[in-house]
Every structure is written in structure tokens, then in C-alpha cells.
Nanobody
Framework: QVQLVESGGGVVQAGGSLRLSCKAS????????MAWYRQAPGKQRELVAA???????NYVDAAKGRFTISSDNDKNTGYLQMNSLKPEDTAVYYC????????????????WGQGTQVTVSS
């Protein structure tokens, strides 16, 4: 029905930047919220940043001032701009979105992408 595909991960040196993208496709009528999570080896998945359909944003303390979440509704794509990266940012980053399918009265559900690896070397 709906697919979320992340891209933009990779290996970067500490202090560098990456821009992650999350593209929604399929029976997408509207994206009502989107969030980025990350999971480091041996740790629980944690919320990094979130954005509502109205553009309100929220960040975990570790991301404030360094990461920026945004969305382009025309492209059904969300972004996470990550600056001043630190080795502790190394993790698999997942996109999650609350999406209504087909029409204004369609079902609204949460979807997840497959994840993209971000590695920050010291």
C-alpha cells in the first residue's frame, strides 16, 4: 500500500554533515506526521526528531541545534539534515510516517522505512 524508503546515509568524519531523505510512495493521500528514529548497536531505538503536518518540530536534546527535520509535501518526502556529526550519532536511522491513504477519508496508519546506516568516524 505504502512504502517508505530512506536514503542518504553513509560514512562521514566527525564534524561533517549528512542529509537523510525519506520518500513515501504508493497510495499516499497525505503525510500527517513524520519522524526519524535511530538505533545504535546494543541500544534501544530512540526518537531523534519529529514534524507534524502543520510543520511543528520536536527534537531530542542530543539533536537540538545540530539536526533539522523538514518535509516537502509535494514530493511526499521528508528530510533530516544532520550537521556537526559526532561518533555517538552512529546508528541505523529509520523514518516513520503517519500517512492517510487514497482520499481525505482513507485509513490513517503508521509506516516504517527499512533504515539507513550512518557512521561517524572520529
Amino acid at each position: 500500500q505504502v512504502q517508505l524508503v530512506e536514503s542518504g546515509g553513509g560514512v562521514v568524519q566527525a564534524g561533517g554533515s549528512l542529509r537523510l531523505s525519506c520518500k513515501a510512495s504508493g497510495r499516499v493521500f497525505s503525510i500527517n506526521a513524520m519522524a526519524w528514529y535511530r538505533q545504535a548497536p546494543g541500544k534501544q531505538r530512540e526518537l531523534v526528531a519529529a514534524i507534524t503536518g502543520d510543520g511543528d518540530t520536536n527534537y531530542v536534546d542530543a539533536a537540538k541545534g545540530r539536526f533539522t527535520i523538514s518535509s516537502d509535501n509535494d514530493k511526499n518526502t521528508g528530510y533530516l539534515q544532520m550537521n556537526s556529526l559526532k561518533p555517538e550519532d552512529t546508528a541505523v536511522y529509520y523514518c516513520s510516517a503517519t500517512i492517510r491513504i487514497d482520499n481525505p477519508f482513507g485509513r490513517e496508519s503508521d509506516y516504517w522505512g527499512q533504515g539507513t546506516q550512518v557512521t561517524v568516524s572520529s
